[in-house]
Every structure is written in structure tokens, then in C-alpha cells.
């Protein structure tokens, strides 16, 4: 597992993961509760080490991010997703720089029920989470 203890102290060495030394990813924010899940399908599916690390740190940074706009994971509308993919290209970030990094991650959230499905089904799914139960009223049952 790459993510971080919560009991683990940070002053522990980081093990060395692949080409280059990635240390622990500690996902904070709307997404933290998804990280253990995100790591051990990407693991399932064969990604290196490092390359399951910028997954988490790509994560992280989301999470943060949705955070700090007030938002969950339930936003990730490709408007959103191309603001902040914007945002990183406008902070010289190297990796996450496009819609396209984000898939592994959107695919994820969307099959445990935490991002709106693509395309315009996403109005619906929003609509439902705000109203989980339909008034008999709309359906003609009521007197």
C-alpha cells in the first residue's frame, strides 16, 4: 500500500518505489475516504509503484481542490475536471495536466458511486442524490 498511516510518524524514510523515490501519499480532502479503494485497483491492475503514486498524488491534489471550492467528488462534471487540469497547466505541474490523466481516478469514483456518470445522465444522478424519494404527488398517485 502507498497511502499513509494516520499513526505513521513522518519522519519515517520513505521506501524506494521504481525510477524514482515517491515516499507515501497522504490523500486528504472530498476524495480521502476513496484513496484505499483507488490504490488497491490500480495494484489489482498492474500499475508500477511509482506510477500508483502519481495516481495518489493526482488524487490528493483533486481532493484538496474540490475541498476548497465547497464541493465532493459528485462535481467531477468534465467542466470541473477542465478547470482544474487548467489550474495545473497554469502552475507548471508536470503530470495531471489533462482531462485524460484524471480516467484511472474518474472511472474509479463513478463505478463506487462518488462521481456523476459522463455525458448529460450527470443532471439526473445529481437529482436523485438531492431527492432520494419521489413525492407520490408527481407520480399521479396522490388524492
Given at each position: 500500500?502507498?497511502?499513509?498511516?494516520?499513526?505513521?510518524?513522518?519522519?519515517?524514510?520513505?521506501?524506494?518505489?521504481?525510477?524514482?523515490?515517491?515516499?507515501?501519499?497522504?490523500?486528504?480532502?472530498?476524495?480521502?475516504?476513496?484513496?484505499?479503494?483507488?490504490?488497491?485497483?490500480?495494484?489489482?491492475?498492474?500499475?508500477?509503484?511509482?506510477?500508483?503514486?502519481?495516481?495518489?498524488?493526482?488524487?490528493?491534489?483533486?481532493?484538496?481542490?474540490?475541498?476548497?471550492?465547497?464541493?465532493?467528488?459528485?462535481?467531477?462534471?468534465?467542466?470541473?475536471v477542465g478547470e482544474f487540469v487548467a489550474e495545473r497547466r497554469a502552475a507548471g505541474c508536470r503530470d495531471g495536466r489533462s482531462a485524460?490523466?484524471?480516467?484511472?481516478?474518474?472511472?474509479?469514483?463513478?463505478?463506487?458511486?462518488?462521481?456523476?456518470?459522463?455525458?448529460?445522465?450527470?443532471?439526473?444522478?445529481?437529482?436523485?442524490?438531492?431527492?432520494?424519494?419521489?413525492?407520490?404527488?408527481?407520480?399521479?398517485s396522490a388524492a
Amino acid at each position: 500500500m502507498l497511502l499513509r498511516s494516520t499513526f505513521q510518524p513522518f519522519n519515517t524514510p520513505f521506501p524506494r518505489l521504481g525510477r524514482e523515490s515517491a515516499g507515501l501519499v497522504h490523500v486528504t480532502g472530498a476524495l480521502a475516504a476513496f484513496a484505499h479503494g483507488f490504490d488497491e485497483r490500480l495494484e489489482r491492475l498492474g500499475y508500477a509503484p511509482w506510477s500508483r503514486a502519481g495516481h495518489l498524488r493526482l488524487m490528493a491534489h483533486i481532493g484538496v481542490w474540490l475541498d476548497a471550492r465547497g464541493l465532493d467528488g459528485f462535481w467531477l462534471t468534465p467542466q470541473v475536471v477542465g478547470e482544474f487540469v487548467a489550474e495545473r497547466r497554469a502552475a507548471g505541474c508536470r503530470d495531471g495536466r489533462s482531462a485524460r490523466s484524471l480516467t484511472p481516478l474518474l472511472e474509479y469514483l463513478r463505478e463506487a458511486g462518488a462521481a456523476p456518470p459522463p455525458g448529460p445522465a450527470w443532471w439526473a444522478a445529481r437529482w436523485r442524490r438531492c431527492w432520494p424519494t419521489t413525492p407520490a404527488i408527481w407520480h399521479g398517485s396522490a388524492a
